[in-house]
């Protein structure tokens, strides 16, 4: 079973920045797409950013230019730099894993418990 622990949530001013963390319990990285995802309360969850075992990067079009994503393999964390935040961005964030399989298919979705980022005015 894997788990992903998120840590670096917390409360700041718009304009300011917050750098995420995810730490995986197990050698995963080689063969898992990493990634993020937020809910805002009332909302859906949805995608802010993914990085595949390859490097390839996806963002949510509201967080380009303002958020990165990366990886460290040997430390099997992801994390997530967030610049400019924006009150939009006040949310829990999450950190999810899949395993990426043959022919551009994908395994479960494995998730973390979350972290709250708030973004105040």
């Known amino acids: 079973q894997v788990q992903l622990v998120e840590s670096g949530g917390g409360l700041v001013q718009a304009g300011g920045s917050l750098r995420l963390s995810c730490a995986a319990t197990?050698?995963?990285?080689?063969?898992?797409?990493m990634g993020w995802y937020r809910q805002a309360p009332g909302s859906q969850r949805e995608l802010v950013a993914t990085m595949s075992s390859g490097g390839t990067t996806n963002y949510a079009d509201s967080v380009k230019g303002r958020f990165i994503i990366s990886r460290d393999d040997d430390k099997n964390t992801v994390y997530l730099q967030m610049n400019s935040l924006k009150p939009e961005d006040t949310a829990v964030y999450y950190c999810n894993g899949q395993p990426e399989l043959p022919d551009g298919y994908y395994g479960i979705h494995y998730w973390g418990k979350g972290t709250l980022v708030t973004v105040s005015s």
């Open positions: 197990a050698s995963i990285f080689g063969i898992y797409t």
